[in-house]
């Protein structure tokens, strides 16, 4: 097999808010790169991207979806790996693993909206991988667009580098197209023929000042990038040449230190082409991430590096697990180095076992592909897995590695579940895993103390769509309970404790005796149980602290207040003592567990709740019956702005558990014309009364059962 240059390969996504057009600018791309030969529309339920049946009902993108498409720039043939990522907040999973595997990704934003809540939550997680992105603003068809105020958000609220390198010609109704900045000319759409060619013009005479203004702008953001065209600029700007300007934006914009903006209309078929130029002239190829960086699973501490080349051995990262009802469960990868062969073993070293891939695939959306290969530089998705997870490496066990996985954000929210019949026990348990396995951020957990069946998610449309696709793919059908939020508990004084378990049984006995100082952990200190041995002179044996720890780690589960589990804490192991016959490993454990109790109920427990970040977009009229509402919620406003169509944005901090049924309140309070949109920010503790009434419900449920 020819080997391809990775060169010509772009792996890019598309990410943004809500409603920005992402799926259908993706519609566009699969249209013009000659993939569908109809252009599918998400009002419509058309969308090829959005396959899922509740993405059609709803007109949003749930799953993220992958395919592979070309298009040709210069005069050569680029190969795009292109994935449509969801907008809701409630999906954000998709964007995580999604931006873990691409090079590059396209920032998209609507020309009215501007940047807008999910927005920034996307960008910092671009951020997080290092993903260069090029910025597209949509939408410029619509009543009050504007995009230069776009751009100016960008810069202020994300912090970032936006560099126009079009400008708008006309804007709202009047808009006709670009003008391209690094070639000076205009790109006009007139005809109806569904945007597939366009006229290269002179610049409208109107427009020559404004575009020379731009141009200078944008020579002058690329000669602080680079020397040499540093020098051309203050000596003389018009020597500086067209390949010039692409590869200091190239330069620039794989190092991210700019952002080249771009604009158009996809729905209205006008500017898609460029974005697809851009793509190939300024995001990143694989080659352009030169090396990977793992670790020596036998070695933890030892770093390996993989270049993207097919010599290598193999290293790719699993970062999706799909159920197809045709294929069965389909894994998604993307391969660093090396590469897979249908057929072929590959090892997974977090099971320590090798897994054959009977087949692979080059997805097209939910249709599958088969390939033999998937070289370095590619994605793919193959069956024939049995125990791979997402953010799992597959290697070469000759030359093991293990990639940097993924961060996933804890559940929020929880229902029970329970089959409607008996016939449906084994089907609903089935139906959970599978879409457990799926997805990270959705969890499966019996209550010990009732019974019950609690699925957790980030959000009630979350677990809307999980109760949908339980009853369409896996036919079960369930009664649901009212939505629990993810309560959590911590402790805030520090109290000094001494446990002493002891036990005879007749023969030999158990006994541990710990003291130990139970609080609140250090601020900079990152994840929930900070542990500190601070015994000395061994009175208690090297090998019983783990067991120590182990025993509070594992009591954490469930505090003391009403079973929640607790956020963290920090315990240092004072001192203690042990029977050289009777002390053993379990003996410190359960002594830990004891002491756990005991220990929180004296540092004055509390309960925490999660608290979401609400931005509602609303009639000036509405807007004092909004904040009234948010204040009875126990909401804290935290600002007011106006928006450039005359509505006014409140940003508010809620409590989770006073936002169930919001949007349909707030339709009744602005007669159906407010929007809102709540992702979650922190956890903070709840008031005395609040939390008597929650821990007293909690209790209360468990008696009744």
């Known amino acids: 097999m020819a080997k391809k240059d990775l060169h010509y390969t772009r792996n890019i996504g598309i990410m943004a808010h809500i409603d920005a057009g992402k799926t259908t600018t993706s519609e566009r791309i699969l249209f013009y790169t000659g993939l569908t030969h109809k252009i599918g529309e998400t009002h419509d339920g058309t969308a090829t991207m959005d396959w899922m049946a509740q993405e059609q009902e709803r007109g949003i993108t749930i799953t993220s979806a992958a395919t592979t498409t070309s298009w040709i720039y210069d005069g050569n043939k680029y190969k795009m790996n292109l994935i449509d990522t969801p907008g809701h907040v409630d999906f954000t999973v998709e964007v995580e693993r999604s931006l873990r595997v691409l090079d590059g990704a396209i920032a998209t934003f609507c020309a009215v909206g501007g940047v807008e809540p999910q927005s920034e939550t996307v960008w910092r997680q671009a951020d997080k991988y290092n993903v260069p992105r090029v910025c597209y603003v949509n939408k410029m068809d619509r009543s009050g667009a504007n995009f230069f105020e776009v751009v100016t958000q960008i810069k202020t609220v994300l912090g970032a580098h936006p560099c126009p390198i079009q400008i708008p010609i006309g804007a709202e109704e009047n808009f006709l197209g670009v003008v391209d900045l690094v070639r000076m000319k205009a790109l006009v759409w ?60 190239r330069k620039g914009t794989c190092a991210m230190e700019i952002n080249p903006v771009i604009l158009g209309s996809s729905f209205k078929n006008k500017g898609v082409q460029p974005l697809l130029d851009a793509v190939c002239a300024y995001l990143p190829s694989p080659l352009d991430t030169p090396s990977i960086d793992g670790t020596d699973p036998r070695d933890p501490e030892k770093k390996l590096i993989r270049t993207p080349s097919e010599d290598e051995p193999l290293a790719a990262l699993a970062f999706k697990i799909a159920t197809d009802p045709y294929v069965g469960r389909l894994c998604f990868f993307r391969v660093y180095s090396g590469h897979l062969d249908a057929g072929s073993y590959v090892y997974n070293p977090r099971t320590d076992k090798k897994e054959r891939i009977s087949r692979i695939f080059q997805m097209h959306s939910n249709k599958q592909n088969p390939v033999e290969v998937i070289g370095a530089g590619d994605i793919g998705a193959g069956v024939g897995f049995k125990d791979i997870r997402t953010g799992d490496t597959l290697c070469d066990e000759k ?67 999980i109760i949908d696709r339980l009853k369409r793919e896996f036919k079960v059908e369930c009664n649901q309970g009212r939505p629990q939020v993810a309560y959590k508990e911590t402790i805030t004084q520090t109290v000094t404790l001494r446990e ?35 015994v000395k002179g061994g009175n208690i044996p090297k090998e019983y602290i783990p067991s120590v720890q182990k025993g509070f780690s594992v009591a954490m589960k469930n505090g003391v207040l009403a079973g929640y ?80 169509t005359g509505a006014r944005i409140v940003k508010a901090k809620v409590p989770l558990s006073e936002m169930f049924g919001y949007v349909t309140a707030l339709r009744t309070i602005s007669s159906g014309r407010a929007t809102s949109s709540m992702e979650f920010s922190h956890y903070a503790e709840v008031s005395n009364a609040i939390a008597k009434e929650v821990v007293a419900e909690a209790k209360g449920h468990v008696e009744l059962l």
């Open 500 to 534: 002493v378990y002891k036990k005879q049984t007749g023969g030999r006995g158990k006994f541990a005796d710990i003291i130990v100082q139970v609080g609140p952990k250090d601020e900079n200190f990152e994840g929930s149980l900070q542990f500190v041995d601070e």
């Open 399 to 465: 030359s093991p590695i293990v990639l940097e996985s993924m961060d996933f954000p804890a559940p929020v929210i929880g229902i029970s579940v329970e089959p409607k019949s008996q016939a449906d026990i084994d089907k609903l348990g089935i139906g959970l895993s599978k879409l457990a396995e799926e997805d990270p951020t959705f969890t499966v957990h019996t209550d010990e103390q009732s019974g019950q069946t609690v699925i957790e998610g980030m959000g009630e449309l979350h677990l809307e769509i």
């Open 565 to 644: 589990p607790v956020d963290s804490m920090k315990v240092v192991l004072v001192d203690g003592s042990y029977h050289p016959v009777d002390s053993d490993q379990l003996s410190f454990e359960i002594c830990a567990q004891i002491a756990f109790k005991n220990a929180c109920a004296k540092a004055r427990p509390a309960l925490l709740e999660p608290i979401m970040k609400l931005e509602v977009v609303t009639p000036e009229e509405s807007m004092g019956d909004v904040i009234g509402d948010l204040n009875k919620r126990r909401g804290q406003v935290e600002g007011m702005e106006s928006s450039r």
């Open 190 to 249: 007139r005809n109806e023929a569904m945007g597939a060619s366009y006229e290269v013009e002179e610049i409208p005479a109107d427009l020559q000042a404004e575009a020379e203004e731009w141009r200078d702008k944008m020579l002058e953001t690329l000669a602080g990038l680079d020397d040499t065209l540093m020098e051309k600029y203050f000596d003389n700007p018009s020597t500086i040449t067209e390949a010039e300007i692409h590869a200091a934006i």
